[in-house]
């Protein structure tokens, strides 16, 4: 340990290398050695960064995209609640808006691309079946969902998505349905069903995260294209949040455990095997947009409450970069 070290004269060697030296001290004050290895790559640490600003701030609305190429429509604002269709882009720095959905509805999921959209479910009721894809200009209705619902999540692409879970109200839905680009299909439920929980990952791999309400729970399903299993739990409940990633690197975040003050800005991280924590939000909201399609690192939040905010935060990994170009040996 250096700051215990007893000083004393010596030679510093570096063996030859540029991984490590040694510090020997001489014969009259002591024999002790002491190692020292140094890397040469720069780490930088994950971290959330402010974004830009929304047009329109809402919340329970749909999130699909890349932090660098984000599409965000639905949701509602301004109790009583006033139903929204709008639909925005975002560049990695600006917002625009873009054309309106269909129908406007809340409490609804997207997955997919900016330029290949897939916008499913949600409330009011009479809408709650109805499917929209977005080709990066214009939305088009397509079939409807088996089941209507709201407080659902999802996964996957517009051609092979996924839903599961939400609410047929007045009752939480373990239901799960597969999208082909044409029709949905009802496949096996979840082991527990849920509302307003997290999902992400593809159609054959794909995580159910969380939900509940109330209470918010740490339960975790992992879908394999055909049938649900349980997962590690995670490591603090959350509802009301949002996702992105697939489902050997995925990330949770926003939402929080328990009404009348669920926000918190927790985020985890999960492996496919354990969930571990991430960086924190700088604010702490609930009921937001967002998410990343293939990626963490991609991810981004945005909108959601308390208030109907309209910030939006950006999600980078960690970064490990070589810091010499050349390495050589004598």
């Given at each position: 340990?250096?700051?215990?070290?007893?000083?004393?004269?010596?030679?510093?060697?570096?063996?030859?290398?540029?991984?490590?030296?040694?510090?020997?001290?001489?014969p009259s004050n002591g024999?002790?050695?002491?190692?020292?290895?140094?890397?040469?790559?720069?780490?930088?640490?994950?971290?959330?960064?402010?974004?830009?600003?929304?047009?329109?701030?809402?919340?329970?609305?749909?999130?699909?995209?890349?932090?660098?190429?984000?599409?965000?429509?639905?949701?509602?604002?301004?109790?009583?609640?006033?139903?929204?269709?709008?639909?925005?882009?975002?560049?990695?720095?600006?917002?625009?808006?873009?054309?309106?959905?269909?129908?406007?509805?809340?409490?609804?999921f997207m997955i997919g691309?900016?330029?290949?959209?897939?916008?499913?479910?949600?409330?009011?009721?009479?809408?709650?079946?109805?499917?929209?894809?977005?080709?990066?200009?214009?939305?088009?209705?397509?079939?409807?969902?088996?089941?209507?619902?709201n407080t659902l999540a999802?996964?996957?692409?517009?051609?092979?998505?996924?839903?599961?879970?939400?609410?047929?109200?007045?009752?939480?839905?373990?239901?799960?349905?597969?999208?082909?680009?044409?029709?949905?299909?009802?496949?096996?439920?979840?082991?527990?069903?849920?509302?307003?929980?997290?999902?992400?990952?593809?159609?054959?791999?794909?995580?159910?995260?969380?939900?509940?309400?109330?209470?918010?729970?740490?339960?975790?399903?992992?879908?394999?294209?055909?049938?649900?299993?349980?997962?590690?739990?995670?490591?603090?409940?959350?509802?009301?949040?949002?996702?992105?990633?697939?489902?050997?690197?995925?990330?949770?975040?926003?939402?929080?455990?328990?009404?009348?003050?669920?926000?918190?800005?927790?985020?985890?991280?999960?492996?496919?095997?354990?969930?571990?924590?991430?960086?924190?939000?700088?604010?702490?909201?609930?009921?937001?947009?967002?998410?990343?399609?293939?990626?963490?690192?991609?991810?981004?939040?945005?909108?959601?409450?308390?208030?109907?905010?309209?910030?939006?935060?950006?999600?980078?990994?960690?970064?490990?970069?070589?810091?010499?170009?050349?390495?050589?040996?004598?």
């Amino acid at each position: 340990d250096a700051s215990t070290a007893t000083p004393r004269s010596g030679r510093l060697s570096s063996g030859g290398t540029q991984t490590g030296a040694v510090l020997a001290g001489a014969p009259s004050n002591g024999t002790a050695t002491e190692e020292y290895s140094f890397g040469i790559n720069t780490v930088t640490a994950a971290a959330w960064s402010s974004g830009g600003t929304l047009n329109t701030g809402r919340l329970l609305y749909g999130g699909a995209g890349y932090k660098e190429s984000g599409l965000v429509a639905g949701g509602f604002n301004s109790p009583p609640a006033s139903i929204k269709n709008e639909t925005e882009e975002y560049d990695g720095t600006t917002w625009t808006e873009q054309n309106n959905l269909g129908t406007a509805r809340y409490e609804n999921f997207m997955i997919g691309t900016q330029t290949a959209g897939l916008f499913f479910g949600g409330s009011p009721a009479p809408d709650s079946p109805k499917t929209e894809e977005y080709d990066g200009t214009s939305w088009s209705e397509q079939n409807d969902m088996t089941t209507g619902r709201n407080t659902l999540a999802g996964a996957g692409t517009q051609t092979a998505g996924l839903a599961f879970g939400g609410q047929v109200p007045p009752s939480a839905s373990a239901l799960t349905e597969e999208y082909n680009g044409t029709s949905w299909s009802e496949q096996n439920d979840m082991s527990t069903a849920r509302r307003y929980l997290q999902g992400f990952g593809i159609q054959t791999a794909a995580v159910a995260a969380g939900g509940g309400y109330p209470p918010a729970v740490t339960t975790t399903e992992e879908y394999d294209g055909s049938s649900w299993t349980n997962g590690s739990a995670m490591i603090t409940a959350k509802h009301r949040g949002n996702a992105g990633g697939i489902s050997t690197n995925g990330i949770v975040f926003g939402g929080g455990t328990a009404p009348p003050s669920p926000a918190h800005a927790v985020v985890e991280g999960y492996d496919g095997t354990a969930w571990s924590t991430r960086p924190s939000t700088a604010n702490s909201k609930y009921n937001v947009g967002g998410g990343s399609t293939t990626t963490s690192t991609g991810a981004f939040m945005c909108g959601g409450r308390p208030g109907y905010v309209t910030s939006t935060e950006e999600f980078s990994g960690e970064i490990e970069t070589a810091t010499a170009k050349t390495l050589t040996t004598s």
